[in-house]
Each structure stands twice: as C-alpha cells, then as structure tokens.
C-alpha cells in the first residue's frame, strides 16, 4: 500500500533530503492555501494510473520498466484465461521463447558447429600442448574454417538477462503477484519456494542445457567450475521469487527442447 498527500500539480515545492533521511517540503511561491488529497492505495499500477498524477511512477520497476510493464501486461492477459499466475507465468515464457528463437538460431547452429569440431580441437590441444601460442593460433583457424563461434554459447544468456531482471522487478512490486498461488506447497509466487524445489529443477536444468554446450577451454581448473555452475545457480536462486525460479525453469527447458530441435535439423 501507499499512503501520502498528493499535491494540486501547480503547487511548486523544493525538496530537501536531511542526513537523518527526513524530507522536508517548502513551497516556491508560499501562499495560504493549497490544493491536495491524501490518499491510500494499494500498489497497483493499473489503478494508480487511474488516478493519474504520475502515481504509476510509485510502482518503481527501475531502469527496465520498458520490459517490466509489458511482461506484467501479459501475465495479466493470459490470467484472464486461466486465472492462476504460476500458469500465466508458463504461457508468457513460452511465448518470450518462441518470440525470441529467430535470434537464437544462429546462436544454437553455432553450438552445434562447435559440437562438430570438439574432436579436432582436442587433438590440437594436445599436438601444441607446450606452444600455447600456436594452440591459440591453430584454435582459431580451425574455429574460422568451420563457422563455428566460440562466444556464440553465451548470446542466448545475455538475451534473457535483461528479461530476468525485469521479470524479477515485476515479481517484486506487482500488487497482482503478491500471495498469489501456483500449485501444492506454493502459494505465494512473490516468495521463496519454502521446499527448495523449483530452485532444485532449475539448477537440474542448467546441468543438462550445459550438456550441450561444448566446452572451448582447455583449463582443467575452468572446466571443473563450468561443472559447478548449476549448483552456484542453484544456491543463488535458492531464496529468490518462486515466480522467478518457474520462469527460469520452464525458459531453460524450452531452450532445452529448442537447442535439440536445431541440432536435429543440422544433422
């Protein structure tokens, strides 16, 4: 909820932010009268912006509010479908995935490329295991000779960070997802999983989404730790949003399923 008075728009005031954290108020022409209303609301952004007076701007989704609102604009839609947000939430990932596929196709074709030359790769290594230098050069001949992109692995990340972040700032100023149930022991998606479950199904799923993505290091050391990515993630993830975990979750084995399936067709 948010509670305050709203002051008549041609009421020009200074603020003032105290090292104690108060604010103070003065007028820039004093008068004897001024308009307003108090007003308590909850924190809906739809209502709020009813009420109009920039009040929306009080549902704060930061920097990507550009991706924030229309993702909650289509939580809303698919609710009015199947009114269970945990379901909504599956919906709009399928959707965001399948919007999403023309731009990572490339990048699951050049997966498979890499895929393709892992062999030859490791006998490069170990032809030119004391000429660092040469094994470099080598390595990217043989990247450029078969169009395969050794960066190409991470595109398809830095593609849904920007819709992770606005996902979770959605999750966590939404009034609609506050207390709102999916199924069995979640019943509120705004909160942690209090089994632990989604975040478990998560880092399951990254373990086998990094089973398809070779590995282009030949770092013993790098290696053992891509191992443990999935369970770093796992713990991260372990007390963030239950929303925020389904999404990722269902994301990652649709990318899943959407990898395999360019795989098949390079074939």
């Known amino acids: 909820h948010i509670f305050g008075f709203v002051f008549d728009k041609k009421t020009v005031l200074n603020y003032r932010l105290k090292e104690d954290g108060v604010v103070t108020l003065q007028m820039v022409q004093p008068t004897t009268t001024f308009n307003g209303y108090f007003l308590y609301a909850k924190k809906n952004y739809d209502q709020?912006?009813?009420?109009?007076?920039?009040?929306?701007?009080?549902?704060?989704f930061g920097m990507l509010a550009i991706i924030a609102i229309p993702i909650l604009r289509g939580l809303q839609y698919f609710y009015t479908w199947v009114p269970n947000y945990g379901v909504a939430i599956i919906f709009l990932t399928l959707l965001l995935r399948l919007v999403t596929f023309p731009l990572q196709y490339k990048s699951f074709k050049s997966m498979k490329k890499m895929q393709v030359v892992q062999p030859q790769l490791a006998k490069l290594r170990e032809k030119y295991k004391d000429d660092p230098p040469r094994m470099q050069k080598e390595t990217m001949a043989l990247?450029?000779?078969?169009?395969?992109?050794?960066?190409?692995?991470?595109?398809?990340?830095?593609?849904q960070m920007?819709?992770?972040?606005?996902?979770?700032q959605v999750l966590y100023n939404a009034v609609e997802l506050v207390g709102a149930p999916f199924a069995g022991w979640i019943v509120d998606l705004s909160i942690k999983d209090p089994f632990y479950v989604l975040p478990v199904l998560m880092g399951v799923s990254f373990f086998f989404q990094s089973r398809l993505n070779p590995s282009t290091s030949a770092d013993p050391t790098q290696k053992k730790l891509m191992m443990?990515?999935?369970?770093?993630?796992?713990?991260?993830?372990?007390?963030?949003?239950?929303?925020?975990?389904?999404y990722i979750t269902v994301s990652t084995l649709l990318g899943i399923f959407q990898q395999l399936f360019v795989y098949k067709m390079a074939d």
Do not use: R
């Open 48 to 60: 709020l912006k009813k009420i109009g007076d920039n009040l929306d701007l009080t549902v704060d």
């Open 143 to 159: 990247f450029k000779s078969a169009g395969a992109n050794p960066l190409g692995g991470c595109f398809p990340l830095l593609l």
């Open 162 to 168: 920007p819709i992770f972040f606005a996902f979770y």
């Open 228 to 246: 443990f990515m999935p369970l770093i993630f796992c713990f991260i993830m372990k007390d963030l949003p239950a929303g925020l975990n389904l």
